[in-house]
């Protein structure tokens, strides 16, 4: 196994106890906006590409409503098949969820009708972080490819504090972010 899917398999092993420690009442009071110097890195008008968390995953769905409510257009990832492109497409019902439907990955994803969309703004999920803005995903690619093909995207992670780590074997292709969101703390801006 590569240094990088060792330290995967750890992180996500520490992700998920402590995500499952946390009470559900508690669970409810996490991330339900972004903090003030987060929110100020959203140009007026920018649209905002958010994701459907998994169950170990920092949840992204209250931000949906936050952005949408601020008169941002909000956007999920969308996959035609499970060997296609990430695109994003509208999400325009983050209160309901009635626009979405499952894609090829058995996550809730915009329709195929939904228009595409290209974020200005992206809140990404990571396995881990580092202080200094660098990230580790969940090894597909999915996410430099999408940023790399749209340079200028600003990009800003949602994390629990328990994947913050001292070092990240990083790669050329590798996208720092801009700043890092967990419960207790702010990284960033950079």
């Known amino acids: 196994m590569d240094a990088k899917a060792q330290l995967r ?3 996500r092993r520490k992700r998920r106890e402590h995500v499952a420690a946390l009470p559900d009442n508690t669970r ?4 339900l906006r972004p903090p ?3 929110a100020d890195l959203v140009p007026p008008g920018a649209s905002v590409g958010l994701y459907r968390a998994t169950q170990w995953e920092a949840p992204a769905a209250s931000y ?3 952005f949408q409510e601020a008169g941002h257009a909000v956007a999920l990832p969308r996959f035609a098949a499970r060997d296609s492109a990430m695109e994003f497409a509208a999400f325009t019902d983050p209160f309901g969820e009635s626009d979405l439907e499952h894609g090829p990955f058995a996550m809730l994803q915009p ?3 939904a228009p595409a969309v290209a974020p200005e703004v992206l809140f990404v999920p990571l396995v881990g972080f580092t202080a200094d803005g660098h990230r580790l995903g969940q090894g597909g690619g999915h996410y430099d490819r999408w940023l790399d093909a749209h340079p200028g ?3 800003i992670g949602l994390a629990w504090d328990c994947q913050l780590v001292d070092h990240l074997p990083l790669e050329p292709h590798d996208h720092p972010l801009a700043a890092v969101v967990t419960p207790t703390r ?3 801006p950079f």
């Open 9 to 11: 398999s750890e992180l």
């Open 28 to 31: 409810a009071l996490l991330f």
């Open 36 to 38: 003030r110097p987060v």
């Open 64 to 66: 949906a409503r936050f």
């Open 111 to 113: 329709h195929p009708d």
């Open 153 to 155: 995207t600003i990009a």
């Open 186 to 188: 702010l990284y960033g």
